[in-house]
């Protein structure tokens, strides 16, 4: 992975890092969640003019990829509903870059060294570890761990479906932008048959809407170029240094507890990131 390749998936996760906190920091995470999903759509729209055309055979893969979002966005907030987010959040995203490792090297035949490899379990490791930290009352929530391992999975499926899709799309943006805007639609339609009410308050989400829904689609288009760039499985476990970044924000800016474990979590991932850019490939 070339440093400009490195740099622009880091910047992705802040940008991701960013959003989640928007979310986090609302009275209602679902209206948060749905602000930035039409948020995205919105953004899409407007760089649909300076976005190539995604070439025929990419329509599958976009198809796919809305689909796979719509169940990535509905157990996410099903898993955020009964469980807490630092918790739910770690497991999703450090579940999805072993995944696609695995889906990667077994399936796809992607060659990755020993030293990629190494570093995009250790990746997992770190993030997953922090949502072993046990929660305030000292329990932990088995079922919510279940929602959130079935999210990791629909991250890694609309992961490869996004990469592979964008390179047949011969454009990232393009392929992007139409993946957003069908999301969005379908997605709204989803609300407007379940929680017609949601739709209605979104009014008061503007700043999500606007600040979150372009900081979700600038960091997801990002990732999507780098999927045409390097290998999926490198991409996607550096993106999920989100949850470093994450941390950070919500120890700063949201004033949470930081904890010995968090710290020893945080460093693995952080110690992970830094052998991807030392390795060679």
């Known amino acids: 992975m070339s440093a400009a390749i490195f740099f622009t998936v880091l910047g992705a996760a802040l940008l991701h890092a960013i959003w989640n906190a928007l979310v986090k920091g609302g009275r209602d995470k679902t209206q948060g969640m749905s602000a930035v999903v039409l948020g ?7 760089a649909i003019p300076a976005a190539q ?3 025929a055979e990419s329509w599958g893969y976009i198809l796919a990829s809305i689909l796979l979002h719509q169940g990535y966005q509905l157990f996410l907030l099903q898993a955020y509903r009964i469980g807490d987010l630092t918790q739910v959040y770690p497991i999703a995203r450090g579940t999805a870059p072993l995944i696609v490792a695995v ?9 990755l060294g020993p030293v990629e490899i190494a570093a995009v379990v250790i990746i997992g490791a770190g993030i997953m570890s922090l949502g072993l930290v046990r929660q305030r009352d000292g329990l932990r929530n088995g079922r919510a761990a279940l929602f959130a391992v079935v999210t990791g999975c ?3 499926a609309y992961s ?8 047949v799309a011969g454009t990232a943006l393009g392929f992007y932008s139409v993946v957003a805007i069908g999301n969005a639609v379908v997605f709204a339609l989803f609300l ?3 929680r017609p ?3 209605r308050g979104l009014g008061r989400a503007r700043r999500v809407f606007l600040v979150g829904g372009g900081a979700s689609f600038v960091a997801y288009a990002m990732v999507v170029y780098a999927f045409t760039q390097a290998p999926l499985a490198l991409v996607t476990a550096l993106r999920e240094t989100s949850v470093v970044f994450a941390l950070v924000i919500g120890v700063v800016v949201l004033r949470e507890r930081l ?3 968090k710290v020893a979590a945080t460093t693995i991932t952080i110690a992970g990131a830094a052998l991807l850019r030392l390795a060679k490939g």
């Not at 889906?103 to 060659?111: D, E, H, K, N, Q």
């Open 103 to 111: 889906v990667s090297v077994g399936c796809l035949g992607v060659a």
């Open 160 to 167: 490869l479906v996004d990469g592979l899709g964008a390179r």
């Open 197 to 199: 009410g949601q739709l």
């Open 53 to 55: 055309i995604p070439a």
């Open 154 to 156: 629909f991250i890694a």
């Open 40 to 46: 995205q759509g919105f953004f899409a729209l407007l």
């Open 259 to 261: 904890d010995l474990a």
């Open 192 to 194: 407007a048959w379940l």
